[in-house]
């Protein structure tokens, strides 16, 4: 099979989707530009609500449900085969995950720009609300301490290497160009927001200073320890959290996607100029290296098809920096299209390398290294495709940052909310305060990454697809009251239940196997399944409670509900 066809039709079938599947969403949901949204209705000083231009929020978007998600998830997939993996993308990424992104985005703007929590609230009780926002909040600080790590990681100007510490200046390259991003994204939110730069002009400005910051980086490396980043990286996410959005987190986060667009021309050059050999088998059967494709593809596979972190992101910040309702099909379903592209790539990339030459290489590697392949069969030249290779990495290593601060601030507003009397705040519970829950957040995410988050990594991906599941229910039960169909979400909402239920039913048994034959540890294994039972339980409460929400709507018709964001509905 031709890797070219498989990339050129993937793009046409996700073009033709957001033009047609994606306008008949927004028709079905009625979607109306005339409303104004929670960013115009609702004045914080900028900290979160504050208008955005499509292109940076898009930006925005894109750089915090990306980064290395859908790199990492096809590559490992990839053991069941290119055609199953390729066929999850498109399917998913059509009738799933760009669904869920855009109705969560739009369920949000039309309640104040409020968090999936206080939706859940609204239409479907307190108890639902409590239950998903504590599940939710403590999924992201899971993402907090995993992704603290990562960075600090990433960021360690010391390896060891034949019993020796060594310069690592690979990664203090890393640290260099993400801490110049830092300052660069200040001096562009100042020039657009508040001296009304040109936004194309500031961002040819952007782009250019931004390449330069990378190029120091690769010359002039930072050389810490890893403890000390990540105190750096404690204190800097508390700040990023609180700081309003327009100065740091949304203009990084746009200039930073260029680093992602940068990654896909290069990969979509090389592809297009060589046409890669599929050297990966079409399929495998229904398992490989012992593990199910049902449920494993599809928990696997997450970013580039479905991610129940994504509509955290979309009602979380996006939907309080959304201009206009017309962005919400561009921002939300394209934007997880584009991610979707991305992840036919990182499949491309590993079928072209094959699994001999991809052994004992991270996914990230894979994808930079099969690019750097692609660029010599062109003729580049060594020196131009190492140079492309080392900015890969380094764009992919920088891209865990944004998706920490990211998640820090989305774990601010589900606590803040969690806390609040009928969706306001109020100056009698310090827990609704934006520094207090920030600083709780930051702390208890701290201990967890010290204490060792990897004993209960191995459950995070169905712990991330299953917010998928009350996410799909939410917009169902707000659509169902207000009139509107919701069939679409019936069977997304039924096949990501099921693939993660039964993802923690089986990794529950095999986890008890391993200590029945005293081969386990009681806090990996144990911790787990200890872990794995109440998250089992809410899961089917909160389906449960939803469902027969959705029945009694059914019964007694629609709530005569309005239409206004301030509103609620």
Known sequence: MSSLMILLGSIVIFIIAYFTYGSWLAKEWGVDPSIKTPAHVIDDGGVDYVPAKAPILL???????????????????????????????????????????????????????????????ENVSHRCKVLFSIFAWL???????????????????????????????????????????????????????????????????GVVLLALCIT????????????????????????????????????????NSFLLYFMMIAALIGIVGTNPTVNIPATVGLTANGQPIFPFLFITVACGAISGFHSIVGSGTTSKQLDNEKDAKMIGYGGMLIE???????????????????????????????????????????AAA????????LAISAFALTSLDT????????????????????????????????IITVAIGGVLCLAGYQKIWPIFGACNQLVAVPAFLAVSVW??????????????????????????????????????????????????????????????????????????ISKEGPSKLGTSPAGGK
Not at 99 to 120: C, N, P, T, W, Y
Not at 219 to 245: D, Q, R
Not at 388 to 393: C, G
Not at 417 to 435: C, D, I
Request: aromatic share 12%; charged share 10%.
């Open 59 to 121: 930006g925005h978007h894109f750089a915090s449900i990306a980064g290395a998600g859908p790199i990492n998830g096809p590559i490992q997939a990839a053991i069941f085969g290119w055609v199953p993996v390729l066929l999850w993308i498109i399917i998913g990424g059509i009738f799933f995950g760009a669904v869920q992104d855009f109705s969560a985005i739009l369920v949000s703007i039309r309640h104040k720009g409020q968090s999936l929590g206080e939706v859940i609230e």
């Open 139 to 205: 999924v992201l600080l899971l993402v907090v301490a995993a992704f603290a790590d990562i960075v600090a990681s990433s960021f360690n100007g010391f390896s060891v290497k034949d019993g020796q510490t060594v310069l690592n200046s690979a990664n203090g390259s890393v640290a260099t160009a993400s801490l110049l991003f830092i300052p660069l994204a200040v001096v562009f939110g100042y020039l657009v927001y508040r001296r009304n730069a040109p936004l194309i002009v500031s961002t040819i400005a």
């Open 216 to 255: 120091i980086g690769i010359y002039v490396p930072i050389h810490l320890s890893k403890n000390i980043w990540l105190g750096f990286i404690f204190v800097y996410i508390v700040v990023a959290s609180v700081t309003p959005v327009w100065i740091l987190l949304q203009p990084r986060d746009y200039l």
């Open 340 to 382: 979707c592209v991305l992840a036919v790539i990182s499949l491309i990339c590993i079928s072209s390398i094959g699994f001999a030459g991809a052994k004992g290489m991270a996914p990230p590697v894979v994808f930079a290294s099969a690019i750097k392949v692609f660029f010599i069969n062109l003729g580049f030249g060594e």
């Open 386 to 393: 190492s140079v492309t290779y080392t900015v890969i990495l």
């Open 407 to 438: 998640a820090t601030r989305l774990a601010r507003f589900i606590f803040q909310e969690l806390f609040t009397e009928g969706g306001k705040q109020t100056s009698k519970n310090p827990l609704t305060n934006m520094y207090v829950s920030t």
């Open 479 to 552: 659509l169902a009251r207000k009139g509107r169909n919701n069939k679409m979400f019936y069977f997304p909402m039924v096949f990501m239940l099921a693939a993660c239920l039964i993802s923690l039913v089986m990794t529950f048994r095999l986890n008890i196997s391993i200590l029945a034959a005293g081969k386990g540890n009681m806090m990996v294994q144990g911790l787990q399944c200890i872990v794995i039972v109440p998250i089992f339980i809410l899961a089917i409460f909160l389906v449960w409670e939803g469902v027969s929400c959705l029945i009694k």
